[in-house]
Nanobody, 115 residues
Framework: QVQLVESGGGLVQPGASLRLSCATS????????MGWYRQVPRKERELVAAITRAGITNYADFVKGRFTISRNNAKNMMYLQMNSLEPEDTAVYYCNAETTGNRHWGQGTQVTVSS
């Protein structure tokens, strides 16, 4: 099993930055790809960014150039640096880890962008 714990969310003004962190534990060696997803009420959870064990990344179009995903395998951590935040980025952000045949989720962290 894999356990994921997110942190770093909060309330910020438009244009500000936040860094989300995801701490992983458990059978970490089995993790292939990790990612950040977000969800707002009454909408489906959507991919924000993902990163493979080798460090290959991909981003949703709506965050390209603003968000950066990174992963520190030695510390069992994943990060999402979010710059130039917009009110539309307001959501619960979830850490995700993919193992063979399974997807694991954290409890989520709220990000609110508002003036």
């Amino acid at each position: 099993q894999v356990q994921l714990v997110e942190s770093g969310g909060g309330l910020v003004q438009p244009g500000a930055s936040l860094r989300l962190s995801c701490a992983t534990s458990g059978t970490i060696f089995s993790i292939n790809r990790m990612g950040w997803y977000r969800q707002v009420p009454r909408k489906e959870r959507e991919l924000v960014a993902a990163i493979t064990r080798a460090g290959i990344t991909n981003y949703a179009d709506f965050v390209k150039g603003r968000f950066t995903i990174s992963r520190n395998n030695a510390k069992n951590m994943m990060y999402l640096q979010m710059n130039s935040l917009e009110p539309e980025d307001t959501a619960v952000y979830y850490c995700n880890a993919e193992t063979t045949g399974n997807r694991h989720w954290g409890q989520g962290t709220q990000v609110t962008v508002s003036s």
